[in-house]
Nanobody, 124 residues
Framework: QVLLEEAGGGSVEAGGSLRLSCAASGFNIGERNLVAWFRQAPGKEREGVAG???????YYGDRVRGRFTISRDNAKNTVYLQMVSLKSEDTAVYYC?????????????????WGQGTQVTVSS
């Protein structure tokens, strides 16, 4: 059974930091072309935050570039999202997702496997 399990969400003040983790089971993340983080705020579309390829190339959304860092540890079968200088507009449910094929990193339609999400709330 393929599972992605996010952890590390919570409430933080603006300017603070959080580190999200996404633990995979039932498959090896190293065998997937892309694993990514998305987020969705109430009333808004799901947005690509960051993605990392099997060759460790990282993509970032314009709104988080320079503040967020995605990484992967294949030995732990886990992907991380380090978030610093958090802003109130970063408040959302954050999802981890893994591609089974290929495609644009920031398109949710290209991802077959999703976690349940973890809430991040940033207060100003």
């Amino acid at each position: 059974q393929v599972l992605l399990e996010e952890a590390g969400g919570g409430s933080v003040e603006a300017g603070g930091s959080l580190r999200l983790s996404c633990a995979a089971s039932g498959f090896n993340i190293g065998e997937r072309n892309l694993v990514a983080w998305f987020r969705q705020a109430p009333g808004k579309e799901r947005e690509g935050v960051a993605g990392i390829t099997s060759r460790y190339y990282a993509y970032y959304g314009d709104r988080v570039r320079g503040r967020f860092t995605i990484s992967r540890d294949n030995a732990k079968n886990t992907v991380y999202l380090q978030m610093v200088s958090l802003k109130s507009e970063d408040t959302a449910v954050y999802y981890c997702a893994a591609q089974r094929g290929t495609g644009r990193w920031d398109s949710p339609a290209n991802y077959a496997d999703w976690g349940q999400g973890t809430q991040v709330t940033v207060s100003s």
